[in-house]
Nanobody, 123 residues
């Protein structure tokens, strides 16, 4: 089992920044690819960003590329999502998720999920 706890969400004005963090506990964190997903009201959960178990080659959805940065700290079992130039369409509940080793974009592939943290971007 892997337990994931997100933090750092909140209300921000358009153009502002937030940093989301995800603390992991349980099985060896460094074996897991980590992803961030989001779900807006009435919409399906969508891929935002992911990073492999080695920490190299991050992956981003086109909608956030150049604005969001994912990083991980295996020594402290943490993964973060730095979000800059936020837009109202970024408003959603953001989830941290884990799966063994290889990054995929499909949320159904991820085995462990946090409880989510709300991000609201006001126009």
């Amino acid at each position: 089992q892997v337990q994931l706890v997100e933090s750092g969400g909140g209300l921000v004005q358009a153009g502002g920044s937030l940093r989301l963090s995800c603390a992991a506990s349980g099985r060896t964190f460094s074996f897991y690819a980590m992803g961030w997903f989001r779900q807006a009201p009435g919409k399906e959960r969508e891929f935002v960003a992911a990073i492999g178990w080695t920490g190299g080659n991050p992956y981003y959805a086109d909608s956030v590329k150049g604005r969001f940065t994912i990083s991980r700290d295996n020594a402290n079992n943490m993964v973060s999502l730095r979000m800059n130039s936020l837009k109202p369409e970024d408003t959603a509940v953001y989830y941290c998720a884990a799966k063994l080793r290889i990054v995929t974009y499909n949320p159904a592939d991820y085995d462990y999920w946090g409880q989510g943290t709300q991000v609201t971007v006001a126009s």
